[in-house]
Nanobody, 125 residues
Framework: QVHLVESGGGSVQSGGSLRLSCAASGDSEKTYIMAWFRQVRGKAYEGVASIDMKGTIKYSSFVKGRFTISRDNAKNTLLLEMNSLEPEDTAMYYC???????????????????WGQGTQVTVSS
């Protein structure tokens, strides 16, 4: 069982930046693919970015070079640097993980069984 805790959310103005962190604990002997998702209340989860243990990265098209995902395997930490934030980026952001080899579509929420509680990002115009 993997326990995930997100931090770093907050409120910024359009064009601002935030850095999200996700601390993972438990079951560290297995290799995991990790990802960021976001959800606007009442809507489905939306994949933002994913990264596997080797550093292979996928981004959703709406990221448009504004976000950077990274991970520190030694510290079991996942990061998301977000720049040029827009009001449309306002959402709850979640960290997710799943065993590598068990994920075919890394930006689809149904692929993941381990989720954090989320951190709110609010971007005002």
């Amino acid at each position: 069982q993997v326990h995930l805790v997100e931090s770093g959310g907050g409120s910024v103005q359009s064009g601002g930046s935030l850095r999200l962190s996700c601390a993972a604990s438990g079951d560290s002997e297995k290799t995991y693919i990790m990802a960021w998702f976001r959800q606007v209340r009442g809507k489905a989860y939306e994949g933002v970015a994913s990264i596997d243990m080797k550093g292979t990265i996928k981004y959703s098209s709406f990221v448009k070079g504004r976000f950077t995902i990274s991970r520190d395997n030694a510290k079991n930490t996942l990061l998301l640097e977000m720049n040029s934030l827009e009001p449309e980026d306002t959402a709850m952001y979640y960290c997710a993980s799943e065993r590598e080899g068990a994920v075919w579509n890394p930006l689809q929420g149904y692929e993941y069984h381990n989720w954090g509680q989320g951190t709110q990002v609010t971007v005002s115009s």
